[in-house]
């Protein structure tokens, strides 16, 4: 029995040696070629794409795709515990990246944010958060460019491998401001599969609307895409995203009185039923990406001359609108009242270390229920979503169930914008 066990270690250690050779790019001439072609399908965030089911499959199955499945099940079990944080968590992705049977099975290990309180693949953007503990990331805001980049971690690292999530470019229009998030630093054209929605201001800038380019849960995905193409994907590319999805609102009261005192912000959280907070109550939790984004993209030089792409950020197409809202109660969101505080002469909120530079832009977002919800008020004391400026151009950002990341790196992009009539 002892033997047995030290041949499973002495495994389990070898392939974890071949899987950060692969991530390090040591590996034999055949790793690094692997490793080149992962690279072309993987977005700039470093989170492999949830595409690897197709994209990997002309990858050659090595020695490891054919061990058996319960010793396969206990080795990547024991590779997911061990490596718990970021860079070390990307062999986790790599096990993912090895063969069908190895995606199957490491998909079925990794829990969600909500379950674990680990970010592990791209569809974890798009999940709801842990309860108890929230996950903390930084925004590193980018004047010269217009982009707001989205990382993992308490603050900026020393030697800048900050883990990247998310990526935003703020686009102005005559009638408004649009944010487009992306997964890749280098791409926020809607037409790639990298696109993963929007934030869109009405002209005042007191007024934002939150786009998803997939609904909240897997049962509508097929249903709603398929009623509701702008383009037939075969005429653009499968890899547009075929709507947009309205899954919240950000309101920002008036300032008609010019009076002090920080904005008052109000969220409308269309795709969050109020009874995901209660007792028992759950969040909307995707699983995957729609089909859409699946399909690989390999048009012929022929099909690229005869099919031109339109311009999909251009604000004259006119797209259609799928709204998420639920068919209970909405969960509505608002920011937590701060106190003034004499000495100081300034507003002041606990944000228990996270926030160090005093900005009209920092603010914290608690439950709005009616006492008819029964929501206990321990949970109505709960900040869901905090932001705020630690530095020049650095902001962080802690959020929590039944928020996501996605979710709630749109709603603190509102608060970049320009509100001449809320200040």
Same mark, same amino acid.
């Given at each position: 029995?002892?033997?047995?066990?030290?041949?499973?270690? $002495? %495994?389990? =250690?070898?392939?974890?040696?071949?899987?950060?050779? $692969?991530?390090?790019?040591?590996?034999?001439?055949?790793?690094?070629?692997?490793?080149?072609?992962?690279? %072309?399908?993987?977005?700039?965030?470093?989170?492999?794409?949830?595409?690897?089911?197709?994209?990997? #499959?002309?990858?050659?199955?090595?020695?490891?795709?054919?061990?058996?499945?319960?010793?396969?099940?206990?080795?990547?079990?024991?590779?997911?515990?061990?490596?718990?944080?970021?860079?070390?968590?990307? !062999?986790?992705?790599?096990?993912?990246?090895?063969?069908?049977?190895?995606?199957?099975?490491?998909?079925?290990?990794?829990?969600? +944010?909500?379950?674990?309180?680990?970010?592990?693949?791209?569809?974890?953007?798009?999940?709801?958060? +842990?309860?108890?503990?929230?996950? @903390?990331?930084?925004?590193?805001?980018?004047?010269?460019?217009?982009?707001?980049?989205?990382?993992?971690?308490?603050?900026?690292?020393?030697?800048?491998?900050?883990?990247?999530?998310?990526?935003?470019?703020?686009?102005?229009?005559?009638?408004?401001?649009?944010?487009?998030?992306?997964?890749?630093?280098?791409?926020?054209?809607?037409?790639? &599969?990298?696109? !993963?929605?929007?934030?869109?201001?009405?002209?005042?800038?007191?007024?934002?609307?939150?786009?998803?380019?997939?609904?909240?849960?897997?049962?509508?995905?097929?249903?709603?895409?398929?009623?509701? =193409?702008?383009?037939?994907?075969?005429?653009?590319?499968?890899?547009?995203?075929?709507?947009?999805?309205?899954?919240?609102?950000?309101?920002?009261?008036?300032?008609?009185?010019?009076?002090?005192? +920080?904005? =008052? $912000?109000?969220?409308?959280?269309?795709?969050?039923?109020? *009874?995901?907070?209660?007792?028992?109550? &759950?969040?909307?939790?995707?699983?995957?990406?729609?089909?859409?984004?699946?399909?690989?993209?390999?048009?012929?030089?022929?099909?690229? #001359?005869?099919?031109?792409?339109?311009?999909?950020?251009?604000? *004259?197409?006119?797209? +259609?609108?799928?709204?998420?809202? !639920?068919?209970?109660?909405?969960?509505?969101?608002?920011?937590?009242?701060?106190?003034?505080?004499?000495?100081?002469?300034?507003?002041?909120?606990?944000?228990?270390?996270?926030?160090?530079?005093? *900005?009209?832009?920092?603010?914290?977002?608690?439950?709005?229920?009616?006492?008819?919800?029964?929501? *206990?008020?321990?949970?109505?004391?709960?900040?869901?979503? @905090?932001?705020?400026?630690?530095?020049?151009?650095?902001?962080?950002?802690?959020?929590?169930?039944?928020?996501?990341?996605? @979710?709630?790196?749109?709603?603190?992009?509102?608060?970049?914008?320009?509100?001449?009539?809320?200040?």
């Amino acid at each position: 029995m002892r033997g047995l066990v030290s041949r499973e270690n $002495m %495994l389990l =250690r070898s392939i974890v040696r071949e899987l950060k050779e $692969m991530r390090d790019g040591i590996g034999s001439t055949s790793k690094r070629s692997a490793e080149s072609k992962l690279r %072309l399908s993987r977005t700039k965030s470093h989170i492999a794409p949830d595409v690897l089911a197709t994209t990997f #499959e002309f990858i050659q199955q090595g020695q490891w795709a054919n061990l058996p499945q319960e010793l396969l099940f206990d080795i990547i079990q024991r590779v997911e515990e061990s490596e718990t944080s970021w860079p070390d968590r990307a !062999v986790v992705v790599f096990c993912a990246s090895v063969c069908k049977s190895w995606r199957s099975i490491t998909k079925e290990i990794v829990k969600t +944010p909500e379950q674990c309180g680990r970010i592990t693949f791209p569809i974890s953007l798009k999940q709801p958060g +842990p309860r108890d503990s929230p996950i @903390q990331c930084f925004i590193r805001r980018n004047k010269e460019s217009s982009t707001y980049l989205l990382y993992f971690g308490l603050v900026p690292s020393e030697n800048d491998n900050n883990k990247l999530l998310l990526a935003a470019k703020r686009i102005r229009r005559a009638t408004g401001t649009d944010f487009i998030i992306s997964l890749a630093t280098d791409d926020f054209s809607r037409a790639s &599969n990298k696109y !993963v929605g929007k934030l869109r201001s009405n002209f005042l800038g007191t007024k934002f609307t939150i786009y998803d380019s997939q609904p909240p849960h897997d049962a509508a995905i097929q249903q709603n895409c398929q009623s509701s =193409r702008r383009f037939h994907s075969k005429q653009v590319s499968p890899r547009v995203p075929a709507c947009s999805y309205l899954v919240s609102t950000v309101s920002y009261e008036l300032n008609v009185l010019c009076t002090r005192g +920080p904005r =008052r $912000m109000h969220c409308v959280m269309n795709s969050i039923p109020v *009874s995901a907070i209660q007792e028992g109550g &759950n969040a909307p939790t995707p699983t995957s990406f729609p089909q859409i984004f699946d399909e690989p993209f390999s048009p012929s030089p022929a099909a690229k #001359e005869k099919v031109p792409v339109p311009d999909l950020n251009s604000a *004259s197409l006119s797209e +259609p609108l799928i709204s998420t809202q !639920v068919s209970t109660e909405q969960l509505e969101l608002k920011n937590k009242a701060p106190r003034w505080h004499e000495q100081l002469q300034c507003w002041c909120l606990n944000f228990k270390g996270r926030v160090s530079v005093a *900005s009209v832009k920092n603010f914290q977002l608690v439950a709005a229920v009616d006492p008819s919800h029964n929501v *206990s008020a321990e949970e109505q004391d709960k900040v869901i979503l @905090q932001f705020g400026k630690i530095g020049k151009d650095i902001f962080t950002m802690d959020y929590r169930y039944p928020l996501s990341t996605f @979710q709630a790196f749109a709603i603190c992009l509102s608060s970049f914008d320009t509100k001449p009539a809320c200040e």
